[in-house]
């Protein structure tokens, strides 16, 4: 996005639908955000990846114009959010962590609500209210009061309400935090949807499955910092590519076999006892067949090997030195096979 004559500092640079320069949020003593930067190129999807506390949310509000930074600027559909709060909020669709749908209304009347506050005609608000609950599978359910819809149905029921006045970004806080897995798919098919319509889409999640079935690109963020940004495959290679795996046929040997390898330089192989495995991210061909080498050497008994490309769990930890989500409990070099819930 170079070249391009706009002044980042007026409007943000032309093609990027948010565009966010050393924002710093503070509540008190905590820094929620210390100094973020990040960009969402129209009709992308960027997920904003962190673990709990992070501050997604917390930028999410200041994106929104729920919150004022208090440093750095932002820009969405080229509108400053501290500027033209006005204007911004008429291009955004917002979905919170938490459902925001009134439960003594019906679906239909939560939509047709927010389409009169956004300013639609009564017969648009009705037209645009059935268009989505079709849409999203709740056009039996839409008379019912939403106090009677199940988990996904409110979580539907509140996507429809972020779409209502079609926005041109939308932001999806946690959107499937806390939905059981068919209901997850469910939203992920309705996400996918708006993006293949066009729309650019900032989703901020805790887990690697979404961000990689979703986004083109990550944005990780931990303590209110970027820690890392790019493309899901980019940042999987920033781990190496291709994690070689050795299960050996002692796996009491483990912990020795990775001295060994450690003592000859290969400092990145890690041990998972409970797997039986051995680790090792492969900077590239030649260190396969130094680790063989090594282990064949020493005469350790090899039951198994195995390459595979490693999970964006994986990439995280490397990143942060931390799983995905919950505490941070596993040392920084551990294999973690499951994201603490
Ligand atoms: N209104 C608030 N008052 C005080 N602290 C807050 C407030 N909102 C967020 N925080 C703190 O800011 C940090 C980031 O929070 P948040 O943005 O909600 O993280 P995330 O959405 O990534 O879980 C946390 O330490 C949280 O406790
Ligand atoms: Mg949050």
Redesign the pocket.
Known sequence: MTGIATAPNTRGTAGNAVEVHGIV?H??S?K??DGVDLTVREGTVLALL????????????VLSTL?KPDAGSAFVGGYDVVRQPKQLRRTIGLTG?YASVDELLSGYENLYLIGRLLDLSSRDSKARAAELLERFSLTEAAKRTAKTYSGGMRRRLDLAASMMGRPRVLYL??PTTGLDPRTRNEVWDEVQRMVSEGSTVLL?T?YMEEAEQLADELTV?DR?KVIANGGVAELKARVGGQILQVRPAHPAELPEMARCLHESGITSATVSPDDGLLAVPLAGEEQLTAVIGVLGGRGFAIAGIDTKVPSLDEVFLAITGKPTAGPATAPAAALVKEPVA
């Not at 962190?50 to 509000?61: C, I, Q, S």
């Open positions: 949020k509540f008190g905590t929620a955000l962190g673990p709990n506390g992070a501050g997604k949310t917390t930028l999410v509000r919150i962590q806080d946690e901020t805790q963020i209110g």
